[in-house]
């Protein structure tokens, strides 16, 4: 079974508790069929040693957009994959307009110089159209297009009949509100209230979505000192608030 794992929880500005929000998929039972990240934000190397992932076992990096939040962990992560003696491919998938960034950054860090022992394999997805980009174990993993500032892709994993998203950086997306069931789903949650451009407020969460199709919610992106716990109560019935969880990243 995949589960879906939070390395990083908080929003663009970080927290004192947060790292920015990314995500690790992973093969509960067959740890062979690799891992695979969703952005790489604050320290992965720290974060995947917690969580004691092998680092030649991630397969892919899946960046959802090219915000500096989502991405600015990727030098430290090839780093560590060096120093671990990677002989692998890593695949790393981006949007088609981010594609160029990607490899003028690449050269940037001039790996060849390390040197490091593993390639790159660039996949270029359209952000504006479902994609499918790899298969984990059992499960497909898709893109799906989000609602943000500049083009930016939810993450959908489907195993069998369960079926996890995560929105990554948007506004109350159509794509999310047609599923008949998620069993589980991870959305963004950059502000308790108030009716936000680019991105999501719990409160809009809660007035755009059924709320009774999501299995379990887990709110990432979180930002310091913003009343969530009020904006429940005020917005969210008993039965709502109780599929609601707020990512906590290992201690
Ligand atoms: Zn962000
Ligand atoms: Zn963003």
Known sequence: ??????????????AANRDNTYLLLREQVNRDAGTVLIDVGGSPLTKLK?????????????????????IYGMPSLLWGMWL??????LTICCGSGDEKKLRHWLELLEMDSWPAKFQIKI???KAEEKAELLTLGEAKVSTFPAKHAVPTVGIEVREGN??????????PN??????????????????????????????QFSQFYNLHVF?????????????????MNEFMSEEEKARIHFAEEKA
């Not at 917690?50 to 989502?70: M, S, W």
């Not at 671990?84 to 491919?89: H, V």
């Not at 599923?179 to 409160?203: F, K, N, P, W």
């Not at 299995?215 to 904006?231: N, R």
């Open 215 to 231: 299995g379990k919610i887990v709110f990432v992106h979180l930002s310091d000192q913003e009343d969530y716990v009020s904006a």
């Open 84 to 89: 671990a003696g990677r002989e692998e491919e």
């Open 174 to 203: 159509e794509w999310i509100r047609q599923y008949d069931y998620i069993d589980e789903l991870y959305h963004e949650c950059t502000l308790a209230r108030g009716a936000l451009v680019h991105h999501t407020s719990l409160q």
């Open 123 to 125: 996949h270029v997805y």
């Open 162 to 171: 369960r079926t996890l998203v995560y929105s990554s950086d948007t506004e």
């Open 50 to 70: 917690k969580e004691q992932v092998d680092l030649k076992a991630i397969r892919a990096v899946i960046f959802t957009h090219f915000h500096i939040d989502h």
């Open 1 to 14: 079974m995949i589960e879906m794992i939070c390395l990083g929880t908080g929003y663009a500005a970080a």
